[in-house]
């Protein structure tokens, strides 16, 4: 089994820069897949995940309609590591506060960026909504040891990057991930 990360690990990486992918049910026809999408988000270790979002998109009336969502983030770079959390909708800011606003484009946009990025998309202050999450059960995996178990000697420049090129270190994520509840 690969090892999952403690919960200090795991809150840490969740609070680092990472492009999060937000999936909700779609009730919109049977059988139809979650929706899944990219999206910037805020988390502080112990806290709540905010995302933004306009109030007539698609993925609002699905957070809406299912009251709860899940988020995965990731580091693709070997040794690969992930959190996922899923959860309730605990509140609904509407619409979206300046500050939450600010810190999102300060989180992932360099400091000149961020003041253009809000200057130009300053409209979405009256379109936005902002949802709140309280993670409530944790998947994570960090690949890291495991990794460490089968990779061939390296030297140099490549020392410690992970496993040996070719390796299927991915392959175990679906059978071997840590499920933490919390609660």
Same mark, same amino acid.
């Given at each position: 089994?690969?090892?999952?990360?403690?919960r200090?690990e795991?809150?840490?990486?969740?609070?680092g820069?990472?492009? !999060?992918?937000l999936?909700?049910? &779609?009730?919109?026809?049977?059988?139809?897949?979650?929706?899944?999408?990219?999206v910037?988000?805020?988390y #502080?270790?112990?806290?709540? @995940?905010?995302?933004?979002? !306009?109030r007539?998109t698609?993925?609002?009336?699905l957070l /809406?309609?299912?009251? /709860?969502?899940?988020?995965? *983030?990731?580091?693709e770079? /070997?040794?690969? /590591?992930?959190?996922?959390v #899923?959860?309730?909708?605990?509140? *609904? %800011?509407?619409?979206?506060?300046?500050?939450?606003?600010?810190?999102? %484009?300060?989180?992932?946009?360099?400091?000149?960026?961020?003041?253009?990025?809000?200057?130009?998309?300053?409209?979405?202050l009256k379109?936005? @909504?902002?949802f709140?999450?309280?993670? #409530?059960?944790?998947?994570?995996?960090?690949? %890291?040891?495991?990794? %460490?178990d089968?990779?061939?000697?390296?030297?140099?420049q490549?020392?410690?990057a992970?496993p040996?090129?070719?390796?299927?270190?991915? #392959?175990?994520? &679906?059978?071997?991930? !840590?499920?933490?509840? &919390?609660?």
């Amino acid at each position: 089994m690969l090892p999952a990360m403690s919960r200090q690990e795991r809150e840490r990486f969740l609070a680092g820069q990472h492009v !999060g992918v937000l999936s909700v049910a &779609d009730f919109r026809t049977g059988g139809r897949a979650p929706l899944a999408v990219p999206v910037w988000y805020g988390y #502080e270790p112990g806290g709540e @995940i905010v995302v933004e979002t !306009g109030r007539q998109t698609v993925k609002a009336h699905l957070l /809406r309609a299912a009251g /709860r969502f899940s988020l995965c *983030v990731q580091d693709e770079r /070997r040794p690969y /590591r992930y959190v996922s959390v #899923e959860g309730p909708v605990t509140a *609904v %800011a509407d619409p979206v506060s300046p500050d939450v606003r600010e810190a999102l %484009a300060h989180r992932y946009l360099d400091p000149d960026e961020a003041r253009a990025y809000l200057a130009a998309t300053s409209d979405q202050l009256k379109d936005d @909504i902002a949802f709140h999450m309280r993670p #409530e059960h944790w998947r994570t995996a960090d690949f %890291a040891s495991f990794a %460490a178990d089968f990779a061939e000697p390296r030297t140099g420049q490549d020392a410690g990057a992970g496993p040996a090129e070719g390796a299927e270190v991915a #392959e175990g994520a &679906d059978r071997s991930e !840590g499920d933490h509840r &919390d609660g």
